[in-house]
């Protein structure tokens, strides 16, 4: 699916009819231009927000580094804040990347210049974004000389959702995370209960690099090959419901 094209059809027709009458206020919030809804005028106002500003880009990054202490003796300052905003040009997902990488490193925030942000492709929209998780893929793997616990695991996570353009529910995760290993990719899933699958989420939320989201088994009603006449179409009794399948190590969805 192109970047900007919404991926669900009944989402893109609510909102194309929304752009054509719509007596309150729909707010959508995305990183790329929803191609959907050009051509609608005045009636759809679309805001860029790529570049928090320099007071914004601050606080976000005090906010995230806690005990680094801004004003404290031998301490982090405002205008070495200000530095490291100016350097992402103050793209927000870096910013937010950036801040928990080194407080969950506990670097001192002074080596934020190692994620070498200067062979970012500013060509590329989130370039520096790019680098950052560069940065996480390295430390994870424990490739910098830093064994990570957990390390793989998260880094296989990030891999499998690499597979997905939306949520990835607990049965496709289970399909391929099931049976033999996957080399490559699931090897440091293998046998996992949902004790491990929750520290795993965990430290990856914590990071900022996934989200979990309630799930809800899919019903799907219809009628069985038992009860329909191949040749004219027609159905007999009443239409039955099959629940989806989940997984029993993963309750929820997860996406990143």
Same mark, same amino acid.
């Given at each position: 699916?192109?970047?900007?094209?919404?991926?669900?059809?009944?989402?893109?027709?609510?909102?194309?009819?929304?752009?054509?009458?719509?007596?309150?206020?729909?707010?959508?919030?995305?990183?790329?231009?929803?191609?959907?809804?050009?051509?609608?005028?005045?009636?759809?106002?679309?805001?860029?927000?790529?570049?928090?500003?320099?007071?914004?880009?601050?606080?976000?990054?005090?906010?995230?580094?806690?005990?680094?202490?801004?004003?404290?003796?031998?301490?982090?300052?405002?205008?070495?804040?200000?530095?490291?905003?100016?350097?992402?040009?103050?793209?927000?997902?870096?910013?937010?990347?950036?801040?928990?990488?080194?407080?969950?490193?506990?670097?001192?925030?002074?080596?934020?210049?190692?994620?070498?942000?200067?062979?970012?492709?500013?060509?590329?929209?989130?370039?520096?974004?790019?680098?950052?998780?560069?940065?996480?893929?390295?430390?994870?793997?424990?490739?910098? *000389?830093?064994?990570?616990?957990?390390?793989?695991?998260? #880094? $296989?996570? !990030?891999?499998? &959702? +690499? =597979?997905?353009? @939306?949520? %990835?529910?607990?049965?496709?995760?289970?399909?391929?995370?099931?049976?033999?290993?996957?080399?490559?990719?699931?090897?440091?899933?293998? *046998?996992?209960?949902?004790?491990?699958?929750?520290?795993? #989420? $965990?430290? !990856?939320?914590? &990071? +900022? =690099?996934?989200? @979990?989201? %309630?799930?809800?088994?899919?019903?799907?009603?219809?009628?069985?090959?038992?009860?329909?006449?191949?040749?004219?179409?027609?159905?007999? *009794?009443?239409?039955?419901?099959?629940?989806?399948?989940?997984?029993?190590? !993963?309750?929820?969805?997860?996406?990143?």
């Amino acid at each position: 699916v192109p970047a900007g094209k919404l991926t669900d059809p009944a989402i893109a027709a609510l909102l194309r009819s929304l752009a054509r009458t719509n007596a309150g206020l729909c707010v959508v919030t995305t990183r790329e231009t929803v191609e959907d809804l050009e051509g609608f005028g005045s009636c759809v106002p679309q805001r860029k927000l790529d570049r928090l500003s320099e007071d914004a880009g601050v606080e976000l990054l005090r906010s995230l580094l806690g005990n680094a202490g801004v004003g404290k003796p031998g301490a982090i300052t405002e205008p070495e804040l200000a530095e490291i905003w100016k350097a992402v040009d103050g793209h927000a997902l870096t910013l937010s990347l950036l801040g928990r990488y080194l407080h969950r490193r506990r670097w001192d925030v002074r080596r934020w210049r190692e994620v070498r942000f200067e062979h970012a492709d500013g060509k590329i929209h989130g370039g520096h974004a790019f680098r950052m998780l560069g940065a996480y893929e390295r430390w994870l793997a424990g490739e910098d *000389g830093e064994a990570t616990p957990g390390g793989q695991r998260m #880094l $296989a996570v !990030l891999r499998i &959702l +690499g =597979l997905f353009d @939306r949520a %990835a529910d607990p049965g496709c995760i289970g399909a391929i995370c099931e049976g033999e290993a996957i080399e490559g990719l699931t090897e440091p899933l293998v *046998g996992l209960d949902e004790g491990d699958w929750a520290e795993v #989420l $965990a430290d !990856l939320e914590g &990071l +900022g =690099l996934v989200s @979990r989201e %309630a799930w809800e088994p899919l019903r799907v009603e219809g009628f069985a090959k038992a009860q329909t006449n191949l040749r004219t179409g027609r159905t007999t *009794g009443a239409p039955e419901v099959t629940v989806m399948p989940g997984w029993s190590r !993963l309750p929820v969805s997860l996406d990143a």
